[in-house]
């Protein structure tokens, strides 16, 4: 039995795509996803409506994320703090674009699931861990391996981090499948998983997939996401076109510029020259691309 394992997707339904061809091809009829479906990237419905296909004709096991958490909770009590800009306009952009469908899904989502049916190896599935949808969970760690003690299964299928990694630890095994939609690899493909089951247990394979990169790059422009969240638009493109993420150095970079010449920052409220400047001193421009750098002139 073989079953994908997907997880921060971030609206990037062009990678989300290729990854289902990609299994389709390989006969896979299960499927696991660990949250984070949908912000960062442009036009989120897409991503939705390939999700809502995955959920009506294959098996799916399906837990929420820390974004699913944030427009739930921004649903219910947290409106008019999300503006635009780059500071929470993607969220914003979003948020606006979500349906009462995609809400009642949402809500409907544990954070935490566990496949264990009788006779046959199982294997636990969360976003952030078992019991937090932020917490982080890294290999070699001390925090992983308290986790692993407590699981009832042999396997933690876990994403959040962007790392694509398996740890083994006292024949327990944490595996992140990777970001499928905003990977953090030199190669720019989409990550994912396979798990391989035998009855008795589990092997993982980190997969990686090459997807059209262009495709969800030009939607950035043509579907507002640019104006709603300028720098951070740029930010991910950048990730994107480059498998870097420099999104929280340059976030950081933005508040502390902010708090010296303002004398506090608070995110979101961080007035978008400070993400200029922060983008402009990591050479990235508007676009997502690099800067070239000057070459320094020396006397000979």
Same mark, same amino acid.
């Given at each position: 039995?073989?079953?994908?394992?997907?997880?921060?997707?971030?609206?990037?339904?062009?990678?989300?795509?290729?990854?289902?061809?990609?299994?389709?091809?390989?006969?896979?009829?299960?499927?696991?996803?660990?949250?984070?479906?949908?912000?960062?990237?442009?036009?989120?419905?897409?991503?939705?409506?390939?999700?809502?296909?995955?959920?009506?004709?294959?098996?799916?096991?399906?837990?929420?994320?820390? /974004?699913?958490?944030?427009?739930?909770?921004?649903? @219910?009590?947290? /409106?008019?703090?999300?503006?635009?800009?780059?500071?929470?306009?993607?969220?914003?952009?979003? %948020?606006?674009?979500? @349906?009462?469908?995609?809400?009642?899904?949402?809500?409907?989502?544990?954070?935490?699931?566990?496949?264990?049916?009788?006779?046959?190896?199982?294997?636990?599935?969360?976003?952030?861990?078992?019991?937090?949808?932020?917490?982080?969970?890294?290999?070699?760690? !001390?925090?992983?391996?308290?986790?692993?003690?407590?699981?009832?299964?042999?396997?933690?299928?876990?994403?959040?981090?962007?790392?694509?990694?398996?740890?083994?630890? /006292?024949?327990?095994?944490?595996?992140?499948?990777?970001?499928?939609?905003?990977? /953090?690899?030199?190669?720019?493909?989409?990550?994912?998983?396979?798990?391989?089951?035998?009855?008795?247990?589990?092997? =993982? #394979?980190?997969?990686?997939?090459?997807?059209? +990169?262009? #495709?969800?790059?030009?939607?950035? $422009?043509?579907?507002?996401?640019? =104006?709603? $969240?300028? $720098?951070?638009?740029?930010?991910? &493109?950048?990730?994107? !076109?480059?498998?870097?993420?420099?999104?929280?150095?340059?976030?950081?970079?933005?508040? +502390?510029?902010? =708090?010296?010449? +303002?004398? &506090?920052?608070?995110?979101?409220?961080?007035? #978008?020259?400070?993400?200029?400047?922060?983008?402009? #001193?990591? %050479?990235?421009?508007?676009?997502?691309?690099?800067?070239? +750098? @000057?070459?320094?002139? %020396?006397?000979?």
């Amino acid at each position: 039995m073989d079953i994908a394992v997907l997880s921060d997707i971030h609206s990037n339904h062009s990678a989300l795509q290729a990854v289902i061809d990609y299994c389709m091809g390989k006969g896979i009829t299960n499927y696991v996803l660990l949250g984070d479906f949908l912000s960062d990237c442009p036009n989120p419905q897409k991503t939705m409506e390939l999700i809502y296909v995955l959920k009506q004709y294959f098996t799916c096991y399906i837990v929420r994320g820390n /974004r699913e958490d944030s427009f739930l909770g921004y649903k @219910k009590n947290g /409106r008019d703090i999300w503006f635009k800009g780059s500071g929470s306009g993607s969220l914003l952009y979003t %948020y606006e674009q979500l @349906k009462d469908k995609d809400f009642n899904f949402f809500e409907s989502l544990p954070i935490y699931g566990i496949w264990e049916p009788k006779g046959v190896s199982g294997f636990e599935y969360c976003h952030g861990s078992p019991t937090s949808v932020t917490e982080q969970i890294y290999a070699e760690k !001390r925090s992983t391996k308290r986790i692993l003690n407590k699981i009832k299964t042999n396997m933690l299928l876990h994403g959040h981090t962007h790392v694509q990694e398996s740890f083994l630890y /006292r024949d327990k095994k944490s595996v992140n499948p990777g970001a499928l939609g905003l990977p /953090r690899n030199k190669s720019q493909y989409a990550e994912f998983a396979i798990i391989h089951g035998n009855g008795t247990g589990w092997e =993982e #394979e980190l997969c990686q997939v090459k997807y059209d +990169r262009h #495709e969800i790059l030009k939607e950035f $422009a043509s579907s507002g996401l640019m =104006e709603y $969240a300028p $720098a951070w638009a740029a930010v991910t &493109m950048h990730t994107i !076109r480059t498998g870097v993420d420099l999104s929280e150095a340059i976030l950081l970079k933005a508040m +502390r510029l902010c =708090e010296e010449e +303002r004398g &506090m920052a608070l995110w979101p409220d961080i007035p #978008e020259k400070y993400w200029a400047e922060s983008l402009k #001193e990591f %050479y990235i421009d508007l676009n997502g691309k690099d800067i070239p +750098r @000057k070459k320094d002139n %020396y006397d000979t």
